[in-house]
């Protein structure tokens, strides 16, 4: 990790703070909330962490995450995925549409829905219920 990735990370929280509020006629008016479910895949900047926290890439910082609980419109709880194959009672995988998703489930965190970018799916209601089995057996 180099210093010029955390500098790349700061200027890009920037953007996302100010997301926040918009001005369309020079007035900074509050952005509309981020639309979102339990339950769905995003695209989210998760940004540049430290040491084996897991983090984004690219541009923006990003990588999918699962929306686990709705805390309110402005925050949610997720759980980093990757497209790698990982096994052990720290992993949770699921075939979706967009592939193999594998949940981190130690690297779960509280987020504003600021850095939620694009939807990119809904699990069923059968994948929900396997996700929180195999959250709530990992944290017991």
């Known amino acids: 990790m180099t210093p010029e990735n955390f500098d790349s990370w700061n200027e890009e ?3 996302l703070d100010k997301i926040k509020s918009f001005s369309v006629t020079g007035k900074w008016e509050k952005k509309p909330r981020v639309l979102f479910h339990e339950g769905e895949i995003w695209w989210c900047s998760l940004g540049k962490n430290i040491w084996r926290e897991v983090y984004g890439k690219w541009e923006q910082f990003s990588r999918p995450v699962y929306v686990l ?3 309110s419109g402005d925050m949610c709880i997720i759980v980093p995925l990757t497209s790698q194959e990982k096994t052990g009672t720290w992993f ?3 075939e979706t549409k967009h592939g193999k998703q ?3 489930l130690p ?3 509280l987020i504003s829905t600021n850095r939620l970018l694009t939807r990119i799916s809904t699990l069923t209601t059968e994948e929900k219920k396997l996700v929180k089995k195999k959250f709530l057996e ?3």
Do not use: A, E, L
């Open 13 to 15: 929280k920037k953007i």
């Open 69 to 71: 609980k709705k805390i």
């Open 92 to 94: 949770h995988s699921i």
């Open 102 to 104: 594998t949940f981190i």
């Open 107 to 109: 690297q779960v965190r």
């Open 138 to 140: 990992f944290f017991t």
